[in-house]
């Protein structure tokens, strides 16, 4: 199965805590651990919006950057200056987002396997952002412009790729010249294009990628982000002067938490800092570990009709449609992408041909998993059902992502967990329910919302509630169906959800 | 939870969210230099003596040489350029020692320098010495008495067309 290597380790059940209370706090669909990215695009957009408007009033020069940034924050205090504090504060927010971003999906395993790409491609997004950010505290050449301009050309310096010493041009007012100001406020304007180019990359190989969180998010961080350029406007540190060193400086620690580094450790030792950490951030989903993905997902032709299920379905465009090459009257066949497949099984579960009412003992579905072949569960799930005894008797569905369904076993509950609760074709909880008369069926897996392969709580849901192909049919009693999802946090609840649903089932069977 | 328990929790999260947010935006501030702290920047581009001496070549010499090349004279130079070797003394200690390499592929062209070095604020004797020789012999000195006001940032600047060294001190300027 395609466990994540730290799935019960100390962080992972933190993380999982505290996104319970904020689950509490704000309910799975608005959630801000869960659309971190999202918010992350979000802070980006407001970026872009305040950064044009602040840009037309912006003056490149030596005397003429300080003033223009003056004037839009005092002059200009109730749009220019809200606009300027929006800016800040979005930009420390993006970052702040994606760090976190980082260490939840760290945290969570989903950095290997075929999830390589997102993650590598998010480290050059780093450095933009950076970049940009770093470029943007130079503009309103305030004393913090100058302590940052001046330590950044020392620290670049180091590299052995200039001709000369960069800090020269910054050795004293005189020599300070107008077109570094044109310089930095073209690649202000310019770096946010590559950032936005990456972040396309990014989600490239994602299906239905979260680019933008729900609304009632998005209006309470930005009511909370306009309340705090309200109370604390952001503020130039006095004019630049080339003669006297920015001795105490307000530094933005977000951006800015790399130079004070510089001061005590050389700039040699700091680029050594941030390129290792580059380097094995850009390693980490190949470095040795408990991770083991099983096969990847494969097309039996014989038996795909084309219909594009799972296409729709796959979380990472790892299955595509593409013209019928085995002569057959269908038009398309789909195709599996193996390195963009994480084995979650969720087009297997897609398949209309995963249905277990197929008279043969060892069928065989139209797209699979070579390790998990639908025959086997359905011959798994009889012999589990067989045994199954008293009352109440419940088949549990669940994930190896989620709450481990192991400890649910019992006389009357079988349990068969699958590397994504979606990988379980509807038709199944129909065959356990008419074929093999258990009095319920109890679907779980990872908590709303956070999927561990993204999709699958999801599409489950809406294949329940006929909104989906395969669709549940319409005749199955949903009175015995139940779906409770639940991290391995939540293994309290789902105990007690359980008992519960056969508590309802010996009611109704009375 | 409750909806008003969860607005006002909500409320809370935003607000710490945003108070984070908008506290390390600027604090805790950074103290860059010490309060009695002063800063002497040494920044210059020189470029040393060719290093090795001229020598006329030889008529066989010049007979292999493409004829375009025997334009340029007799006189060949080697392409190198001396280390330059600077020297910094305050109040009579040595304050900074560096050998200066040339820059470019065959060590042909300037020797750059940015330091920047803090030191403690007041009336200093600084003295510093140069050397852009073969032999390392120091061909140019100069020495001043120094009003080093704290925070401000003294230049001592390099031009051998001037004379040699140049303190740009904007603290006598400002008379601080």
Same mark, same amino acid.
Not at chain 1, 100 to 123: D, P
Not at chain 1, 127 to 152: E, R
């Given at each position: 199965?395609?466990?994540? $290597?730290?799935?019960?380790?100390?962080?992972?059940?933190?993380?999982?805590?505290?996104?319970?209370?904020?689950?509490?706090?704000?309910?799975?669909?608005?959630?801000?651990?869960?659309?971190?990215?999202?918010?992350?695009?979000?802070?980006?957009?407001?970026?872009?919006?305040?950064?044009?408007?602040?840009?037309?009033?912006?003056?490149?020069?030596?005397?003429?950057?300080?003033?223009?940034?003056?004037?839009?924050?005092?002059?200009?205090?109730?749009?220019?200056?809200?606009?300027?504090?929006?800016?800040?504060?979005?930009?420390?927010?993006?970052?702040?987002?994606?760090?976190?971003?980082?260490?939840?999906?760290?945290?969570?395993?989903?950095?290997?396997?075929?999830?390589?790409?997102?993650?590598?491609?998010?480290?050059?997004?780093?450095?933009?952002?950076?970049?940009?950010?770093?470029?943007?505290?130079?503009?309103?050449?305030?004393?913090?412009?100058?302590?940052?301009?001046?330590?950044?050309?020392?620290?670049?310096?180091?590299?052995?790729?200039?001709?000369?010493?960069?800090?020269?041009?910054?050795?004293?007012?005189?020599?300070?010249?107008?077109?570094?100001?044109?310089?930095?406020?073209?690649?202000?304007?310019?770096?946010?294009?590559?950032?936005?180019?990456?972040?396309?990359?990014?989600?490239?190989?994602?299906?239905?990628?979260?680019?933008?969180?729900?609304?009632?998010?998005?209006?309470?961080?930005?009511?909370?982000?306009?309340?705090?350029?309200?109370?604390?406007?952001?503020?130039?540190?006095?004019?630049? $002067?080339?003669?006297?060193?920015?001795?105490?400086?307000?530094?933005?620690?977000?951006?800015?938490?790399?130079?004070?580094?510089?001061?005590?450790?050389?700039?040699?030792?700091?680029?050594?800092?941030?390129?290792?950490?580059?380097?094995?951030?850009?390693?980490?989903?190949?470095?040795?570990?408990?991770?083991?993905?099983?096969?990847?997902?494969?097309?039996?032709?014989?038996?795909?009709?084309?219909?594009?299920?799972?296409?729709?379905?796959?979380?990472?465009?790892?299955?595509?449609?593409?013209?019928?090459?085995?002569?057959?009257?269908?038009?398309? =066949?789909?195709?599996?992408?193996? $390195?963009?497949?994480?084995?979650?099984?969720?087009?297997?579960?897609?398949?209309?041909?995963?249905?277990?009412?197929?008279?043969?003992?060892?069928?065989?579905?139209?797209?699979?998993?070579?390790?998990?072949?639908?025959?086997?569960?359905?011959?798994?799930?009889?012999?589990?059902?067989?045994?199954?005894?008293?009352?109440?008797?419940?088949?549990?569905?669940?994930?190896?992502?989620?709450?481990?369904?192991?400890?649910?076993?019992?006389?009357?509950?079988?349990?068969?967990?699958?590397?994504?609760?979606?990988?379980?074709?509807?038709?199944?909880?129909?065959?356990?329910?008419? =074929?093999?008369?258990?009095?319920?069926?109890?679907?779980?897996?990872?908590?709303?919302?956070?999927?561990?392969?993204?999709?699958?709580?999801?599409?489950?849901?809406?294949?329940?509630?006929?909104?989906? =192909?395969?669709?549940?049919?319409?005749?199955?009693?949903?009175?015995?169906?139940?779906?409770?999802?639940?991290?391995?946090?939540?293994?309290?609840?789902?105990?007690?959800?359980?008992?519960?649903?056969?508590?309802?089932?010996?009611?109704?069977? =009375? | 939870?409750?909806?008003?328990?969860?607005?006002?929790?909500?409320?809370?999260?935003?607000?710490?969210?945003?108070?984070?947010?908008?506290?390390? +935006?600027?604090?805790?501030?950074?103290?860059?230099?010490?309060?009695?702290?002063?800063?002497?920047?040494?920044?210059?581009?020189?470029?040393?003596?060719?290093? !090795?001496?001229?020598?006329?070549?030889?008529?066989?010499?010049?007979?292999?040489?493409?004829?375009?090349?025997?334009? !340029?004279?007799?006189?060949?130079?080697?392409? /190198?350029?001396?280390?330059?070797?600077?020297?910094?003394?305050?109040? !009579?200690?040595?304050?900074?020692?560096?050998?200066?390499?040339?820059? /470019?592929?065959?060590? +042909? +062209?300037?020797?750059?320098?940015?330091?920047?070095?803090?030191?403690?604020? /007041?009336?200093?004797?600084?003295? !510093?010495?140069? +050397?852009?020789?073969?032999?390392?012999?120091?061909?140019?000195?100069?020495?001043?008495?120094?009003?080093?006001?704290?925070?401000?940032?003294?230049?001592?600047?390099?031009?051998?067309?001037?004379?040699?060294?140049?303190?740009?001190?904007?603290?006598?300027?400002?008379?601080?």
């Amino acid at each position: 199965m395609t466990a994540p $290597d730290l799935t019960e380790s100390s962080a992972r059940k933190a993380l999982l805590r505290l996104e319970g209370i904020l689950n509490k706090i704000f309910g799975n669909d608005l959630n801000p651990l869960y659309y971190l990215g999202a918010l992350g695009f979000c802070f980006f957009w407001v970026l872009v919006v305040s950064g044009v408007y602040l840009y037309g009033f912006y003056r490149t020069g030596i005397e003429l950057s300080y003033p223009s940034v003056e004037y839009i924050t005092n002059e200009q205090w109730y749009l220019g200056g809200v606009m300027r504090s929006l800016h800040r504060y979005a930009a420390d927010a993006l970052v702040v987002v994606m760090v976190l971003h980082l260490l939840r999906e760290f945290i969570l395993g989903r950095y290997r396997g075929a999830r390589w790409f997102s993650w590598v491609t998010g480290i050059p997004l780093i450095w933009l952002i950076y970049t940009s950010g770093i470029n943007g505290y130079w503009m309103p050449w305030d004393k913090l412009a100058q302590y940052a301009t001046v330590a950044t050309m020392e620290w670049l310096d180091w590299l052995p790729i200039f001709s000369g010493p960069l800090s020269q041009s910054f050795i004293s007012q005189e020599v300070l010249n107008d077109r570094f100001f044109s310089l930095i406020s073209f690649s202000h304007a310019t770096i946010p294009l590559f950032v936005l180019f990456f972040l396309w990359i990014h989600i490239l190989r994602i299906s239905y990628p979260v680019v933008n969180p729900r609304r009632k998010l998005v209006v309470g961080v930005l009511l909370a982000m306009l309340v705090l350029a309200l109370v604390k406007p952001a503020l130039s540190q006095g004019p630049a $002067d080339m003669g006297i060193e920015p001795r105490n400086i307000g530094i933005d620690w977000f951006y800015l938490f790399i130079y004070p580094l510089l001061d005590v450790w050389s700039a040699g030792q700091v680029w050594a800092l941030v390129i290792g950490i580059s380097l094995l951030l850009g390693v980490l989903p190949w470095l040795p570990s408990r991770f083991k993905q099983i096969p990847v997902a494969e097309v039996n032709l014989k038996y795909c009709s084309g219909c594009g299920f799972c296409v729709a379905d796959c979380p990472y465009e790892a299955v595509v449609m593409k013209p019928r090459s085995d002569g057959m009257h269908f038009t398309e =066949e789909a195709v599996v992408v193996p $390195d963009r497949c994480v084995s979650c099984g969720i087009c297997a579960g897609s398949c209309p041909s995963s249905t277990p009412f197929r008279s043969e003992a060892n069928y065989v579905s139209g797209i699979e998993m070579p390790s998990l072949p639908i025959s086997g569960l359905r011959a798994a799930m009889m012999n589990d059902l067989a045994k199954l005894t008293g009352d109440a008797r419940v088949m549990v569905f669940g994930c190896d992502n989620a709450a481990d369904i192991g400890k649910l076993r019992s006389a009357g509950v079988a349990v068969m967990s699958l590397p994504c609760t979606a990988m379980l074709p509807p038709s199944f909880i129909e065959y356990a329910l008419r =074929e093999h008369q258990v009095d319920g069926v109890f679907i779980t897996g990872c908590r709303e919302s956070d999927c561990y392969h993204r999709m699958g709580g999801l599409w489950t849901e809406q294949r329940l509630a006929a909104k989906r =192909e395969p669709r549940l049919r319409g005749r199955t009693e949903h009175g015995r169906i139940r779906q409770f999802w639940a991290s391995s946090a939540d293994f309290r609840g789902l105990t007690q959800e359980l008992e519960s649903f056969r508590a309802t089932l010996r009611d109704q069977a =009375e | 939870m409750v909806k008003p328990l969860q607005y006002i929790s909500q409320g809370l999260f935003y607000a710490l969210f945003m108070g984070v947010i908008g506290y390390f +935006s600027t604090l805790p501030p950074y103290t860059h230099l010490q309060p009695d702290e002063t800063l002497i920047k040494l920044s210059f581009r020189h470029a040393g003596e060719i290093a !090795g001496a001229c020598r006329e070549r030889t008529p066989e010499e010049m007979a292999k040489l493409p004829v375009y090349q025997r334009k !340029g004279g007799t006189k060949v130079c080697p392409r /190198g350029r001396s280390d330059v070797i600077v020297e910094l003394e305050l109040d !009579g200690k040595q304050l900074y020692h560096e050998i200066l390499r040339p820059t /470019g592929l065959a060590h +042909s +062209s300037n020797s750059n320098i940015y330091r920047r070095i803090p030191v403690k604020a /007041g009336v200093h004797t600084l003295k !510093g010495r140069l +050397s852009d020789r073969s032999d390392g012999v120091f061909n140019y000195t100069h020495e001043e008495t120094i009003t080093l006001a704290a925070g401000r940032i003294m230049v001592i600047d390099f031009k051998a067309a001037t004379g040699g060294f140049i303190f740009r001190n904007k603290n006598v300027t400002l008379g601080q």
